[in-house]
């Protein structure tokens, strides 16, 4: 086993002392009238106080997001929250891994500086702006839903587009797709019906609850589906995440305010950011894990907890056997295709999950999050339960 990235005594190392998270809303539903920076504050509001944090212990907020307003909305959710004007913000974009590398950011300041961060992530789907191109003279100007994740001789596939793609490379059958998804579901009601989710949620705009895991979401119904992104493809609407609102964030400390607080965390030991070719951008999520687990100086087979956003169930599965990985073992509470995929959240979303998992229902010692990225990138985090 190679040594831990980090120092031994793990005196550098931050933690995560509190996180929470909104509702995941479907585009258009519970959450369609809430802007990002809203969406946001409430989730900023409670970390502050539910961390026990001074002013003067607040040392920046930083949270991802994908679609929004543009400017600063990690700012404008911040002064929302009530924080104060002197703590500052920023909002970090790496697509689909925006949450997770905010958290990545975080974990490198405080290694430096002491204090706390509140770092995670937002996206509202519902309420993103329209986008265009300029207009040629004399012409108009042209809609577009998404900026480029890479150039165009690289080859810019949407995410479905290539996930569908990459599920047939890998010989990853619809049957096995439709089963991973219903098998989030079910997950993912289980845990709702029995309450796993209440303590990390936070009521936004009257909303407590996600609106998307449902019940009796068999095998059999997903396979009555028609592809969505190909003709012949595996990849359909109900083996794929939705459209979300959502947004997740946690409180870091460095390691000496974590020592004088005496709360139970997750201690950050190692993260890592990894590039793939941009016509696969699904499997991002194998080389950041790699690293991440070497740099933790640890095996995937000693990871207790395993959060892999599932942005589509045969991505997943890819990723999952180039791991020599048992998808049985990602996502035991339900994952993205049964909550949700609010872009510039999810990443944290899974951290949230992790700290449910192994702090409050300590069911383990170690986890493991990643997300993959639209232009060809992962992110990924390790993290040891510490009291």
């Given at each position: ?56 212990d ?26 104060p ?10 697509q ?101 989710f ?44 939705g ?11 460095d ?27 699904g ?6 894990s ?98």
């Amino acid at each position: 086993m190679s040594p831990r990235f980090d120092s031994p005594s793990l005196d550098d190392s931050p933690v995560v002392v509190a996180a929470l998270r909104s509702p995941i809303g479907t585009a258009g539903r519970s959450l369609r009238s809430i802007s990002a920076a809203d969406l946001a504050a409430p989730v900023l509001a409670a970390l502050a106080a539910s961390a026990g944090a001074t002013p003067g212990d607040l040392r920046d907020v930083v949270l991802g997001n994908c679609m929004g307003p543009g400017g600063n909305v990690a700012r404008v959710a911040a002064l929302t929250a009530g924080l104060p004007s002197g703590v500052p913000a920023l909002t970090v974009d790496r697509q689909c891994g925006s949450g997770l590398a905010a958290l990545a950011l975080a974990a490198s300041t405080l290694r430096a500086e002491p204090g706390v961060i509140l770092a995670g992530g937002v996206e509202s789907a519902s309420t993103a702006p329209w986008r265009y191109w300029p207009p040629p003279v004399g012409g108009k100007p042209e809609r577009y839903e998404r900026a480029p994740f890479s150039p165009a001789d690289w080859g810019d596939p949407d995410m479905g587009f290539a996930a569908d793609l990459l599920a047939e490379e890998r010989r990853v059958s619809r049957e096995r797709q439709d089963e991973y998804a219903a098998r989030s579901h079910e997950r993912a009601v289980r845990t709702r019906d029995t309450g796993g989710f209440a303590e990390e949620v936070v009521a936004v705009g009257g909303v407590s609850h996600d609106d998307r895991p449902r019940a009796g979401m068999t095998a059999s119904r997903l396979a009555r589906l028609p592809p969505t992104f190909r003709s012949d493809g595996t990849v359909t609407a109900g083996n794929s995440c939705g459209i979300n609102d959502g947004a997740a964030a946690v409180a870091m400390v460095d390691h000496a305010t974590h020592q004088s607080l005496r709360v139970p965390g997750l201690r950050v030991l190692a993260t890592a950011t990894a590039g793939v070719h941009p016509r696969r951008p699904g499997l991002g999520i194998v080389p950041a894990s790699e690293l991440a687990l070497e740099r933790a100086g640890l095996r995937l087979s000693e990871i207790d907890v395993i959060e892999l956003n599932e942005a589509f169930a045969g991505q997943v599965l890819a990723c999952c056997d180039a791991l020599s990985l048992a998808s049985e073992r990602v996502c035991v509470e339900g994952g993205a295709l049964a909550l949700g995929h609010p872009w510039g959240a999810s990443g944290a979303v899974l951290v949230v999950r992790l700290f449910s998992q192994l702090v409050r229902s300590s069911r383990g010692r170690y986890g493991l999050a990643a997300i993959a990225a639209g232009g060809g990138q992962g992110v990924a985090m390790v993290v040891e339960r510490c009291r």
